[in-house]
């Protein structure tokens, strides 16, 4: 049997193409009682939209990009999550590709999607260089940055306030009694580097003067973060004297921390209160639960999936395009045991 198609249902109901392509688009223009006669014929001859052949003729695809650097962490799940969730609905199809932390890597995942021609791409980029998206810029694709900004680069953004993370960390940290606080994170990205200097600003506030020694920076934080927080804790617990408090870049880092803290003989939190960021669904769970930054990563998804839809509209329309739009989400500390017993000490 031959597939249907389009002009069949509108030929079957008596009305034209332009008006099921309508109604199966919800388009304001047609009326309740049709949209309902045409969705009914639809479900009886179980149409199937043929987006190969509508993408030559739109020029739209349908599709958009996700490119973030690991799949295994769930902060970047919960994006692909409030991020699916929105364009699912406005008749997207979402996707994802993981760039393993991995600049090559990058690059050829964003050729495969543009030769697919995604209408627009979501990225959390592992570069820190604006030529890192000159092809993108080149294909003129339409492209939301998330999570991590690139320098040089004035595009469109979501994603958390990191220099405040840092703050609300830090002042965490010194408000459970700690005086000598270590951090550990990244060296390029930018949240690392804005987390970083939240953390440096607050000590600073508090007169707690502490040598370079007390931060550990690594360029690589998603692909083996446990054994990088393990390690760089470790480290740490060396020094004299030793940090009675840790605020760390992720929570994967913060769990390699707490083991390394645990297999030295410590207690978390008497001895050494600890702090992580992203809010992960498991640090409840966690033999000792982890007090975290919640950088709301449902909503960085759909707030990036809204400002992909209207970059795809504006594109069809004349005039000056809209400029870009930096969308920052407030932070909010969730208090767990890994810090709590200091509160009531």
Sequence with gaps: MKPVRMKDIARDLGVSVITVSKALRDHSDISAATRARVLKRVKELNYKPNYAARALVT????????VVPDLVHSFYSEIGNGLGGVLRKAGYNLVISSSEEDQEIESQVIDQLIARRVDCLVIASSNWTAAALKRVIEANIPFVLIDRRVPGIDANFVGGDDELI??????????VGCKT?????????TPARGRLEGYKKTLAKHRLALGPEYIVTHDMLDESAHEVGYESAMSLLKLNPRPDGIFCFSDPLAIGTMR????????VPEDVALVGCGNLHYDVFLRIPLTSVD??????????ATLAIAMIDAESQSGPKPKPRSILL???LIIRESTYRKIHA
């Design 295 to 304: 950088q709301q990563s449902f909503a960085i998804g759909e707030r990036a």
């Design 181 to 189: 606080i270590a951090h550990i994170g990244g060296a390029k990205i």
């Design 166 to 175: 840092g703050v609300i960390a830090t002042e965490h940290l010194i408000e």
């Design 260 to 267: 390394a803290i645990l297999d030295a003989g410590l207690r």
């Design 330 to 332: 407030q932070p909010k």
């Design 59 to 66: 020029g739209r695809s349908n599709m958009i990009g996700l």
